[in-house]
């Protein structure tokens, strides 16, 4: 059973650009959520998705969107790319049928330049 | 969500017992208290969860007080591998705040030969 599966591992971007990260949920899951971690913080909420719909979102501009598919895997993206959203974006997936726990992937490491 | 309060830093020597506080006196009937570890550079890792009784696997025990307003981690024979920064949260599982998780600093274990 693979659990919850991120793209790419790595990459880099030049500031103004735009950029797209994958997720793949924990089999039997519905709730997609992203997170962001900065070098030296703990992970930072940004939203989340259920039924392909955005159901909460944390402290993030406008900037970040994302979409979730039929098939619950999920997608990040960042537009107009700022040095600040050089961080480690993690992607977590659950589902209340499945009980309360919440699973991370090992994450997309975006480096800004 | 309730915030919680840990000590930054903590040693154990490999093959003791290592004993992780977490104070979270505000903490509300509904919600979990929940604990990940990262190690560097990876995702957060889930360990264990519990409401109210103590709850133990195959990672961890967690102890919960009676009136809930502290948790104590345990892992029972620390290994070198142990070594990561370890997070305390609550959260209201299944409720408003579903699949959010608001992370702290952690506590570094330090585990030691």
């Known amino acids: 059973d693979a659990g919850v599966t991120q793209s790419p591992t790595h990459l880099i971007k030049t500031r103004g650009q735009q950029v797209t990260l994958r997720c793949s949920p924990k089999?039997?899951?519905?709730?997609v959520s992203w997170y962001q971690q900065a070098l030296g913080q703990g992970p930072q909420f940004i939203f989340q998705?259920?039924?392909?719909?955005?159901?909460q979102r944390g402290n993030f501009p406008d900037r970040f969107s994302g979409h979730q598919f039929p098939n619950y895997s999920s997608e990040l993206n960042v537009n107009a790319l700022l040095l600040g959203d050089s961080a480690l974006y993690l992607c977590?997936?659950?589902?209340?049928?499945?009980?309360?726990?919440?699973?991370f992937g090992e994450g997309s490491w975006l480096t800004v330049v | 969500d309730a915030k919680t309060t840990q000590p930054t830093s903590m040693d154990c020597a490999e093959g003791r017992a290592a004993n992780l506080p977490c104070n979270h006196s505000?903490?509300?009937?509904?919600?979990?208290v929940y604990w990940y570890r990262q190690i560097h550079s990876q995702g957060p890792q889930y360990i264990i969860h519990?409401?109210?009784n103590n709850e133990t696997n195959e990672m961890a025990s967690l102890i919960i007080t009676e009136d809930r307003k502290s948790s104590t981690l345990i892992l029972p024979h620390a290994t070198l591998r142990d070594t990561a920064v370890y997070y305390c949260?609550?959260?209201?599982?299944?409720?408003?705040?579903?699949?959010?998780?608001?992370f702290g600093q952690g506590t570094i274990l330090t585990v030691h030969p």
């Open positions: 949260i609550v959260s209201n599982a299944g409720g408003t705040s579903y699949g959010k998780l608001t």
């Open positions: 089999s039997g899951h519905d709730t």
């Open positions: 977590a997936s659950s589902s209340l049928d499945s009980g309360n726990t919440i699973y």
């Open positions: 998705y259920y039924e392909e719909e955005e159901r």
């Open positions: 505000t903490i509300s009937g509904n919600e979990y």
């Open positions: 519990g409401l109210k």
